[in-house]
């Protein structure tokens, strides 16, 4: 089995390869590419990658390109994980959305919008040589904002599924509150990427006990606290909100918290540096301890789980997944993009029947759904009132003189992405 990286030389890399090591019975591959522009960061991951496959006793053989045609041709799947502009374009997308009084982030408002625009189109260009090179090949996008990238491979007609590590990193962190085995829990998790509730965690699977009251009442403060949201917010919605729901909540909050202290992009990007030299040190055969501050926590296990089941090795599973809503959520149109508990094997992701979403809830699913159609359009075919519209669409925007400002600023700062502007 051939599996090809596309940003093999991201820092996060070590954390999938630690995974396709210690899952190898799960997912044998035998042939791992590393791809990426960037031939010095790749070489020195490259090098790690290596040790730690010889380290855990894996036999695959791992081989780093920056042809992106030679290391994709003959795969079985292909996972992108890019950032286009690196953090140089994330510090941008979390600076100037402040200057309007907005949330700066690299998902979601206008810091989310400016990564859509820049990296769609280079999506569907590395997708389009997928297809010419390796048709039957699984592409597996871990790329932001997964949500728009996802809708616009599948709407291109590419075999595509969609995965964020937000699902499984809750599961584990209810498994261990509960002292349960992570496999023994199922979440209700429903909406959009980065835009979810866990609505039940239920015991053994969709038709389990629900345990999330007795979790809520045992543990709230402590879940809470890893949301940085008060309890009672949690008690008083009955379900636990994603993180990134604390953008929408509590969004003045974190524009005065953002203006006070370091974006989260500088805090990477130094903390890349000190990877990065971890890295080079022909002695290190195992991920460092530093790399589970970088993000991405589980994304191994959930990249090994989706492509075993993609691949047909795995056989049929059940995981959280982004795919076309195909009715799910009776009040978004079918080929919305959604975050759900889907059975996936040979022929993809289909969703599971969930339960049904409250007004509360379901009606910012329907908002953020729309900005992202709005926002998919933008990227695909450029122009500023485009952009504008996609803004102004925006739960986190919606007055049409925060969206012009906000698209002067976007436009300004990713000319040299933006081809059009």
Not at 49 to 74: C, N, V, Y
Not at 206 to 211: H, R, S, V
Not at 338 to 348: F, L, T
């Amino acid at each position: 089995m051939k599996l090809a990286v596309v940003g093999g030389g991201s820092t996060y890399t070590p954390e999938l390869i630690d995974g396709f090591a210690r899952l190898r019975d799960t997912l044998p591959v035998s042939e791992l590419v590393l791809i990426d522009p960037a031939t010095e960061r790749l070489e020195l991951i490259g090098g790690l990658a290596r040790r730690i496959f010889a380290r855990q006793g894996h036999p695959g053989r791992i081989t780093t390109t920056s042809d992106l045609d030679a290391g994709i041709e003959g795969a079985d799947a292909v996972l992108l994980q890019l950032r286009i502009g690196g953090q140089a374009a994330r510090l941008q997308d979390e600076t100037w959305p402040l200057e309007c009084g907005c949330v700066g982030q690299e998902t979601t408002g206008a810091g989310g919008l400016a990564k859509a625009l820049r990296t769609v189109p280079v999506v569907l260009d590395i997708a389009e040589r997928v297809r010419r090179t390796s048709p039957d090949a699984w592409i597996i996008d871990f790329t932001n904002p997964v949500g728009i990238v996802t809708r616009a491979l599948l709407q291109a007609g590419h075999k595509a599924v969609g995965l964020c590590n937000v699902a499984i990193g809750l599961q584990r962190k209810f498994a261990a509150l509960l002292e349960l085995a992570p496999a023994d829990l199922h979440l209700d998790h429903v909406g959009l990427n980065h835009l979810t509730w866990e609505l039940g965690v239920r015991r053994g699977g969709p038709d389990g006990e629900d345990l999330l009251p007795g979790l809520l009442a045992a543990h709230g403060e402590a879940v809470a606290g890893d949301l940085r949201l008060p309890r009672a917010v949690l008690d008083r919605l009955g379900v636990v909100p994603s993180y990134y729901l604390r953008y929408f909540y509590s969004h003045d909050e974190v524009v005065r918290e953002l203006g006070t202290k370091p974006s989260r992009a500088a805090e990477v990007a130094a903390m890349e540096l000190e990877l990065l030299a971890l890295y080079g040190d022909p002695a290190l055969e195992e991920k460092p301890a530093l790399l589970a501050k970088r993000g991405g926590a589980f994304y191994s296990e959930a990249a090994v789980d989706l492509a075993a089941s993609l691949l047909g090795d795995g056989g049929p599973a059940v995981q959280v997944v982004n795919t076309y809503n195909r009715g799910t959520l009776p009040f978004l149109p079918d080929d919305a993009v959604i975050e759900v508990q889907a059975r996936v094997d040979g022929s993809g992701a289909a969703p599971l029947p969930v339960p049904r979403l409250d007004p509360l809830f379901a009606g910012l699913v329907s908002h953020v759904s729309a900005y992202e159609d709005l926002a998919l359009d933008a990227a695909l075919r450029g122009g500023r009132e485009r952009v504008f519209k996609a803004l102004l669409a925006h739960p986190l925007v919606g007055q049409y003189d925060l969206a012009e400002g906000l698209t002067d600023r976007l436009l300004a700062h990713n000319k040299e992405h933006l081809p059009w502007a």
